[in-house]
T-cell receptor, first 114, second 114 residues
Framework: DGGITQSPKYLFRKEGQNVTLSCEQN?????MYWYRQDPGQGLRLIYY???????QKGDIAEGYSVSREKKESFPLTVTSAQKNPTAFYLC?????????????FGPGTRLTVL | GNSVTQMEGPVTLSEEAFLTINCTYT??????LFWYVQYPGEGLQLLLK?????DKGSNKGFEATYRKETTSFHLEKGSVQVSDSAVYFC?????????????FGQGTILTVHP
């Protein structure tokens, strides 16, 4: 079955540590995204990538970094510079960046900073 | 900038009741409009979408019509079930400097009682 997988489902981090969230898709999509969801709020875009080896900052990129070395993979690193990292992180992909393209979401990773 | 406003929740209904969740938007150009649904602890699933004015998206008994004159995309269902209990997000995709980005409303929690 085609889809998007994210791991781990739950992640705990101590303050000052960097952590990397995994996102893999087998939909053959060119574009991939990372969103952050906080309780009672909509999603906010962190980074997105249109093609391999290219990515762009979204609205809240500070304290995060990404890489896109393979079409299938778009890992997100939450660095110690991110002031309030506890949140639900969602990865998505789409065929492209056209306004009409649908973004499909993975199951999410819940990050808690202890 | 672009924005999406959803009706305040939570919404509580009895099974078989009629559902309306209001969504209005502000955007430049000709956005596409989406409704996503999120079940507890999961990622977002596309419920329906519309890509131009007067289009009606429909899926699983849910419907929404893209009304450019009122900048609205209200979600409706004629008879809700307990299994429809979830959080519903309205979102838009627009071009220009927002290329590749989904702008979300804050979400509406729906609870359906037997």
């Amino acid at each position: 079955d085609g889809g998007i997988t994210q791991s781990p489902k739950y992640l705990f981090r101590k303050e000052g540590q960097n952590v990397t969230l995994s996102c893999e898709q087998n939909l053959n999509h060119d574009a991939m995204y990372w969103y952050r969801q906080d309780p009672g709020q909509g999603l906010r875009l962190i980074y997105y990538s249109q093609i391999v080896n290219d990515f762009q900052k979204g609205d809240i990129a500070e304290g995060y970094s990404v890489s896109r070395e393979k079409k299938e993979s778009f890992p997100l690193t939450v660095t110690s510079a991110q002031k309030n990292p506890t949140a639900f992180y969602l990865c998505a992909s789409s065929t492209g960046l056209a306004v009409t393209d649908t973004q499909y979401f993975g199951p999410g990773t819940r990050l808690t900073v202890l | 900038g672009n924005s999406v406003t959803q009706m305040e929740g939570p919404v509580t209904l009895s099974e078989e009741a009629f559902l309306t969740i209001n969504c209005t938007y502000t955007a430049t150009g000709y956005p596409s409009l989406f409704w996503y649904v999120q079940y507890p602890g999961e990622g977002l699933q596309l419920l329906l979408k519309a890509t131009k004015a007067d289009d009606k998206g429909s899926n699983k008994g849910f419907e929404a019509t893209y009304r450019k004159e009122t900048t609205s995309f209200h979600l409706e269902k004629g008879s809700v079930q307990v299994s429809d209990s979830a959080v519903y997000f309205c979102a838009l995709a627009a071009g220009g400097t927002s290329y590749g980005k989904l702008t979300f409303g804050q979400g509406t929690i729906l609870t359906v009682h037997p």
